[in-house]
């Protein structure tokens, strides 16, 4: 660590100017919704004295983390892994890890392409499909990496809006998809709806698009849904169609800042894609997932807190007679009839950080699962903030 960065993270003051940058991600009204997309970057960064997590005092409620990783598992495994730092990762643990992983969805391990976060692979997906023709999607999806590729004029997204009930509209979306589309995209659960669609309903329509042309399924969130397994779109890679599945450490494992992700596909699309991920993934964050990917004692733990805190948050929601989604993921979206920006600001007057504005859902307002204590603070100041805007 370069100790004139830390000394002037110490001496700085975080407090005040940790509660000014609260509401630094904020979307900019001006501009045009879908090109800025769902998720533009945060403009203002939060100072921490301890460089990393959240500032001492706020709960971080607003990136859809999960505060109780990494596992010891993981973080066992990180020690291990940062003891054999000097060395370039061996092939034998990115085997390890491919192995582990199609162990568990019964596929061969040349159906795993591996990268250091989930949006790493999804990016250089964007980037092999999106000269081919458009990116079709959902109009509010976790749209990030298709708009790398789009801003790097190499893709262009063709977007879909969501049915009356915010959910994926798929006759909607099959209706857009021919022969020319680059590749579908979607998220499943999505984000920042947290809605999922089950999966005798997205897989007849996902092997229909799948035919005219290759289709991404993000799960970053699905091992948080009811039944992952009547869900997932992987049994669509087992019959060999042209469906792409994303996985990540980021949220149940609690590896956000780890970085490991993967991908499922047939054999000539994983080989294919494989070369094209930019980073060489630090043997760190290889070794991590091969600690926790079978940790079910964490990840049971992890989904026990998500689910206590949901149940506070539906609560009080319900109690303030306030509109929100199903969620099947580790976070809530939900209509204050409030302003959302307006609210964000309030609540991080009192250090606590949700989401700002989607697009031009200007009364929605996305909340994370985070710490007990933090949802807790949540919940009790959330009444106020609606008050007094
Ligand atoms: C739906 C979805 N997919 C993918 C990602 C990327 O996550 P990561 O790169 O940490 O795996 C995110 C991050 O928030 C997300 O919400």
């Not at 977007?159 to 006759?171: F, G, H, W």
């Not at 060489?280 to 805190?309: L, Q, V």
Request: glycine share 8%; with cysteine; net charge negative.
């Amino acid at each position: 660590m370069d100790l004139n960065i830390s000394r002037r993270f110490l001496l700085g003051g975080a407090a005040g100017s940790a509660v000014a940058g609260l509401a630094g991600c904020a979307t900019n009204s001006s501009a045009v919704a879908e090109d800025v997309g769902a998720f533009p970057a945060t403009t203002t960064t939060v100072e921490n004295p301890y460089l990393l997590g959240p500032p001492e005092g706020v709960a971080l409620l607003s990136r859809n983390e999960n505060p109780y990783g990494p596992a010891q598992s993981a973080k066992d495994m990180i020690a291990y892994a940062a003891d054999k730092g000097a060395y370039y990762t061996a092939q034998g643990a990115t085997e390890k890890l491919k192995a582990m992983i199609a162990e568990r969805h019964g596929v061969t391990p040349d159906h795993i392409a591996l990268s250091t976060g989930s949006g790493e692979i999804l990016s250089a997906l964007a980037l092999h499909y999106g000269p081919k023709g458009p990116i079709v999607a959902p109009r509010l999806f976790w749209d990030t990496t298709a708009l790398y590729a789009k801003n790097l004029g190499m893709a262009e997204i063709a977007r879909v809006p969501l049915s009356a009930e915010m959910e994926i509209d798929l006759p909607a979306m099959e209706a857009a998809v021919s022969d020319t589309t680059g590749a579908v995209q979607l998220c499943n659960p999505n984000n920042p709806t947290g809605l999922s669609t089950p999966g005798d309903v997205i897989r007849p329509s996902v092997r229909r698009m799948a035919a005219k042309a290759p289709v991404i399924v993000d799960e970053a969130y699905i091992e948080l849904a009811d039944d992952e397994a009547a869900t997932t779109c992987i049994p669509l890679v087992k019959e060999g169609l042209d469906v792409i599945v994303t996985r990540t450490f980021s949220k149940i494992y609690g590896m956000a800042g780890i970085r490991m992700g993967y991908l499922i596909a047939k054999p000539e699309i994983a080989q294919a894609i494989q070369p094209i991920v930019m980073s060489w993934t630090p043997s760190t964050s290889i070794a991590a997932a091969i600690g926790c990917y079978n940790d079910m004692e964490f990840i049971n733990m992890s989904k026990g807190k998500i689910i206590e805190a949901k149940q506070m948050i539906t609560t009080t929601l319900d109690t303030l007679g306030m509109d929100y989604l199903p969620s099947q993921t580790n976070f809530i979206y939900f209509k204050s009839g409030k302003e959302a920006n307006a609210l964000q600001k309030a609540l991080a007057e009192q250090k606590i950080s949700v989401r700002g504005q989607y697009m031009d859902y200007n009364e929605w307002t996305r909340v994370s699962m985070g710490m007990i204590a933090d949802v807790d603070r949540f919940v009790k100041a959330l009444p106020g903030a609606v008050a007094s805007i």
